[in-house]
């Protein structure tokens, strides 16, 4: 088992910027790729970043590409989201998440293991 605890978001500005942090424990080491979806009100949850445990590749949503960027620190066992550039449409409930043997890229909102869920609120 894999569990996720989530920090960081809140309230920002467009234009600003904003990270978010998942830490991961448990059975790390079976982790294959680790990322973020995002869910906005009304909408379905959606695809936003995912890096492989190794930090070798990385793959992102055209919405956030060249806007956000992923890493992972490897002692800590803890992913970031850093999200720069922000605009309103970036607002949801951000989701972190990982997955033991889905290959990457990510699409669909499917994953083993969820963190608790951070709300992102971006204002004009």
């Known amino acids: 088992q894999v569990q996720l605890v989530q920090s960081g978001g809140g309230s920002v500005q467009a234009g600003g910027s904003l990270r978010l942090s998942c830490a991961a424990s448990?059975?790390?080491?079976?982790?294959?790729?680790m990322g973020w979806f995002r869910q906005a009100p009304g909408k379905e949850r959606e695809f936003v970043a995912v890096?492989?445990?190794?930090?070798?590749?990385?793959y992102f949503a055209d919405s956030v590409k060249g806007r956000f960027t992923i890493s992972k620190d490897y002692v800590q066992n803890t992913v970031y989201l850093q999200m720069s550039s922000v605009k309103p449409e970036d607002t949801a409930v951000y989701y972190c998440?990982?997955?033991?043997?889905?290959?990457?890229?990510?699409?669909?909102?499917?994953?083993?293991?969820w963190g608790q869920g951070t709300q992102v609120t971006v204002s004009s």
């Open positions: 890096i492989s445990w190794s930090g070798g590749r990385q």
């Open positions: 998440a990982a997955d033991r043997l889905r290959p990457l890229p990510w699409s669909d909102a499917q994953a083993q293991y």
């Open positions: 448990g059975s790390t080491s079976s982790i294959y790729g």
